[in-house]
């Protein structure tokens, strides 16, 4: 990988064919200097020993005329096959590249790329890790090429609700991540929380079905220090802790079990005197 890099700076990205003319060009040039290099070198001491036909005037002039005549065009001619041979093989290894970084359904990075992605983001960022509720359901009920048709839709909103700094993945079945770029975290977390009301509201057609579908996720900020495989851990957790809570809600990493689980109580109005049996599933849920 060095060494292609390396050829590729000294003679230029020979994706494009105006390189590999200017390629060809150059060697033709530099086999004709070659070679009236030599002749300079080499006639002189002919025409001294008077083992030259002509003069040596004479001899220069035509040396030159067969240099470009003979040298230039074949080494033109070898440099533009050597040139498009380097195309195919850069654009094959772009391909190749690309395709190694894809996640061939949904068109977005996989997790080899996104394990990439994270190792170099820092500051007034989070990573988010996305999970569509109750897919395996989505599967059984209308089958596995609908389930495909919600990972595509679902690729396609997180695409376009995310900016250009921000960095969207597949991580493998249904679940997603982000990194979410800009600050303050406050609009970070609004940012999530649309897309998880985008969503809910949205439902997804596919084989003549309409597939209401909602999302959870899981937040955790990446700092200065901080190694990612925490920040990844710490965000799974609040992944998890959003699915024992009913699922279709967004968990920072901030946010301790217990305002998480009373903020559930609340919205059901049971208030403070909830179901114990209930209260037990978080707790399993989070390792407690």
Known sequence: MKNWMSLQTEMGNFQHRATIISFALKMSFSAVILSALIMLIVLPPLSYLDLLPLSLAHSLSLGIVFAWIVGGAACGLLS????????????????????????????????RAFTAALADADGDASLVIFDVDRFKAIND?????????????????????????????????????????????????????QVKAQIAQQPIIADGCSIAITISAGIADLETGRSKEAVYASADKALYLAKALGRNRVIHESEGLHHAWHSRLVESGLGVQGDAADHDEPQRAYGI
């Open 80 to 111: 533009l096959i050597a040139g498009f041979a380097l195309h195919q093989l850069t654009v094959s290894r772009a391909e190749f590249e690309k395709l190694s970084r894809t996640d061939m359904l949904s068109g977005l990075l996989n997790r």
């Open 141 to 193: 009920r209308f089958g596995h090429a609908c389930g495909d048709a919600v990972i595509i839709a679902i690729s396609a909103i997180l695409t376009a609700a995310f900016n250009d700094g921000s960095v969207v993945a597949r991580l493998g079945g249904e679940e997603f991540g982000v990194i979410v770029t800009g600050s303050p975290l406050s609009a970070r977390l609004e940012q999530v929380e």
